[in-house]
């Protein structure tokens, strides 16, 4: 299986090449040169295997680079880092499904494709013959930099570098991402925005002087953001498993169309869904559901993305999006492939701020997707709701979802099995969901998380008390343009 670009449709890449460079050379993105299939005997053998078997299975289908036997190892290893099944599915109603993809360790949905990526790496690695350690700077607003440090930790070969915005993440987040253990892991605060850390870090990407210094280091810099192919590809074994354990539990027959309804941000989660059909997964609709940044549902609503739009910072903060990055993948896909009209709609993105698919194309989009929005307020009241009907507690981005589900079956009188995929679990946004369900919530992050777990009886990990008392091993604050040199004084380190 080879790798094109969103950007060059001429450009064939090795799984490697992609995982390991994670952007192409052209600025576009990697997609498979076509979709391999998925039988319907491959789905109904799935309904036997555990999670990390089905996850092997589907992740073969990318990387044919690696022997079933070594991708099953690599998954094994990843999800052994996680609190039972990795991704079970649990019934509120006939018909209503919750997929919770926040087992892991950060308890956030990060963890499926983060576990995965660093061992896929260092695989890839060996059979590229590539020697140099992967180098990887992530710029962070909170979530994916504590799901990439302990990802990484550990991992031979691999070091990973998290650059936040001093005074710019919860108290928590930093407290999660300055106390990770590790040799190869390194965490600094940048002053400025995130914006201005990712700025920097895109740009240490483009240093060729750095990368000269890099190389008599041992390093070489790679990619772990959302749009790696290697992260995309574990997203997509878990819409498989919710099938399976969907038949297998005698909920639905071969064949019966599934809605998933993904609380949308980079558009990654919900694009793997959308790769799962294409590979031959019985989906009906996709519901992709934003929070008050709803850039999304407006393209779906006309086509048109536009950037002229107030950024809102929300209770749901990893839907705090306005450029969603992977939907690139989706516009090559209706665009017939043709990556001439992708690359300039980009160009318009960047240069006037918008584009316009057209509405015939928008039209084929909307066969298979549905977007909605749901505002503040409005999730609270759902997650309440949701509580009150069912007693299943759920965090806010999950909450936005079971909001914007609601809308799409009202709208579209569609009553079909639906799947709520579920991204964060309670305990990593205990204040709102306590002030959700009608409670004060304590200023302090611990006493939050007790208030919650005695008024709920939702479980709190011993795990993420313990993190309150470890000890911070990470204190720098660095000027963005300081960013080459503490890559390069991290390497150094190595
Ligand atoms: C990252 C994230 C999302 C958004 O996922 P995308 O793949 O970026 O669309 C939603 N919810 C949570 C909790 C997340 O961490």
């Given amino acids: 299986m080879n790798y094109t670009s969103t950007r060059n449709n001429k450009l064939s890449v090795s799984g490697s090449t992609a995982v390991l460079t994670g952007l192409a050379p052209d600025g576009g993105l990697y997609v498979p040169e076509s979709f391999p299939a998925v039988s319907r005997e491959d789905i109904e053998r799935m309904t036997d295997m555990d999670y990390p078997e089905r996850s092997a299975f589907v992740m073969s289908k990318f990387f044919d680079e690696l022997t079933q036997d070594e991708l ?52 890839l690695k060996a059979k590229a013959g590539q020697k140099e350690t992967c180098l990887i700077p992530v710029a962070t607003s909170g979530d994916t930099g504590k799901a990439a440090l302990e990802g990484f930790s550990g991992v031979d070969g691999t070091a990973v570098i998290v650059f936040y915005p001093d005074g710019g993440v919860s108290h928590t987040q930093r407290r999660q ?67 399976a354990d969907l038949l297998s539990s005698g909920q639905i027959e071969y064949g019966d169309k599934v809605d998933f309804c993904v609380p949308t941000g980079n558009f990654g989660n919900i694009l793997a869904a959308y790769y799962a059909k294409l590979m031959g997964l019985p989906v009906g609709k996709l519901i992709c559901a934003s929070n008050d940044n709803k850039v999304l549902t407006d393209f779906l609503d006309t086509g048109v993305y536009s950037l002229d739009r107030e950024f809102v910072k929300t209770t749901s903060p990893s839907m705090d999006i306005l450029i969603s990055s992977n939907l690139e993948r989706l516009l090559f896909e209706f665009a017939g492939r043709d990556s001439d009209t992708v690359r300039a709609w980009m160009d318009e993105l960047r240069t006037a701020g ?46 936005v979802a079971f909001n914007v589900l609601a809308q799409y079956r009202e709208e579209c009188d569609d009553d079909a099995p639906a799947v709520v995929v579920s991204t964060a679990s309670p305990v990593k946004f205990a204040s709102t969901v306590l002030e959700s369900i009608g409670l004060s919530a304590p200023d302090d992050d611990v006493a939050a998380l007790r208030k919650m777990e005695e008024e709920t009886a939702f479980p709190v990990p011993e795990s993420v008390y313990a993190l309150f008392d470890m000890d911070e091993r990470f204190g720098e604050v660095i000027d963005p343009d300081e960013l080459p040199a503490a890559v390069l004084a991290f390497a150094e380190s190595l």
């Fill in 72 to 123: 099953l190892d690599i998954a094994r290893r990843a999800y052994a880092t996680f609190d039972g099944d990795p991704a079970p599915e649990v019934k509120l109603d006939g018909g209503l499904y919750v997929l919770e993809l926040w087992h892991g360790r950060t308890h956030a949905f990060k963890d499926m494709a983060l576990s995965v990526l660093p061992l896929l790496m260092t695989a």
């Fill in 354 to 399: 918008s584009y316009d698919i057209g509405g015939e194309r928008l039209c084929e989009i909307r066969e298979t997707f549905w977007g909605g929005y749901a505002l503040q307020d409005d999730y609270a009241d759902t997650l309440c709701d949701v509580y009150d009907e069912y007693g299943y507690l759920c965090d806010p981005h999950t909450a």
């Fill in 177 to 243: 991402m300055v106390t990770t253990l590790g040799d190869n892991v390194k965490v600094v605060a940048v002053r400025g925005n995130f914006d201005d850390a990712q700025t920097a870090v895109k740009k240490a990407f483009g240093d060729a002087e750095l990368k000269e210094k890099l190389a008599a280091a041992g390093c070489k810099m790679t990619g772990a953001n959302s749009i790696n192919l290697g992260r995309l590809a574990p997203q997509v074994a878990y819409y498989f498993s919710a099938y």
